[in-house]
Antibody, heavy 120, light 110 residues
Framework: QVQLQESGPGLVKPSETLSLTCTVSGFSVSSGCYWGWVRQPPGKDLEYIGNISPTGSVYCKPSLKSRVTISLDRSKNQFSLKLSSVTAADTAVFYC?????????????WGQGSLVTVSS | QLVLTQSPSASASLGASVKLTCTLSTGHSSYAIAWHQKQPEKGPRYLMRLNSDGSHIKGDGVPDRFSGSSSGAERYLTISSLQSEDEADYYCQAWDNGGVFGGGTKVTVL
């Protein structure tokens, strides 16, 4: 059974870069599913940030594309998110997810979530 | 542009049933969706993927009391025999060049 676990700083200063890593167990990141990031600001809706394929192809939500980097580390079975030039509006719980395809793309596994606060 | 619309809240008594709705925007009525549950203080959990014909495939360990159905542009999640642990937020999710979420429905068990 696949498990995902986010890790990274819980506090980031404005204008700096938020960095999170997702460690995957029970499934290889090099196999047939995609790996993605979702966030939820306090009191707001879930927002899909983007994903990376097993071959390294990346999709990012257009409004975030200029600030987002998603990468894959096959040797560690991990994938990562970097969000640059953060502001208070980027404060959120960040979830790493597995996205699989079977007639449609859908999220079938979630991490527990990592709260990141942007504050000086 | 794909938009998923959910009612903000729903409630039902312990042991009763509740039916949640996710409405797909115009032009997207054939889309499949997934349902996810977010319990307080826990990460979200995938419940099922649901096709336009009402066929659905549940995730591992999802109780039988959770079922899905479809009608036109509407996708439903029915929870039967409501338990206290079913009190949670429920989100529908679809795909349109990336993931798209509905606003979620908060289910209260009375």
């Amino acid at each position: 059974q696949v498990q995902l676990q986010e890790s990274g700083p819980g506090l980031v200063k404005p204008s700096e870069t938020l960095s999170l890593t997702c460690t995957v167990s029970g499934f290889s990141v090099s196999s047939g599913c995609y790996w993605g990031w979702v966030r939820q600001p306090p009191g707001k809706d879930l927002e899909y940030i983007g994903n990376i394929s097993p071959t390294g192809s990346v999709y990012c939500k257009p409004s975030l594309k200029s600030r987002v980097t998603i990468s894959l580390d096959r040797s560690k079975n991990q994938f990562s998110l970097k969000l640059s030039s953060v502001t208070a509006a980027d404060t959120a719980v960040f979830y790493c997810v597995r996205v699989c395809a079977s007639g449609m793309f859908y999220i079938d596994s979630w991490g527990q979530g990592s709260l990141v606060t942007v504050s000086s | 542009q794909l938009v998923l619309t959910q009612s903000p809240s729903a409630s039902a008594s312990l042991g009763a049933s509740v039916k949640l709705t996710c409405t797909l925007s115009t032009g997207h009525s054939s889309y499949a969706i997934a349902w996810h549950q977010k319990q307080p203080e826990k990460g979200p959990r995938y419940l099922m993927r649901l096709n336009s014909d009402g066929s659905h495939i549940k995730g591992d360990g999802v109780p039988d009391r959770f079922s899905g159905s479809s009608s036109g542009a509407e996708r439903y999640l029915t929870i039967s025999s409501l338990q206290s642990e079913d009190e949670a937020d429920y989100y529908c999710q679809a795909w349109d060049n990336g993931g798209v979420f509905g606003g979620g429905t908060k289910v209260t068990v009375l």
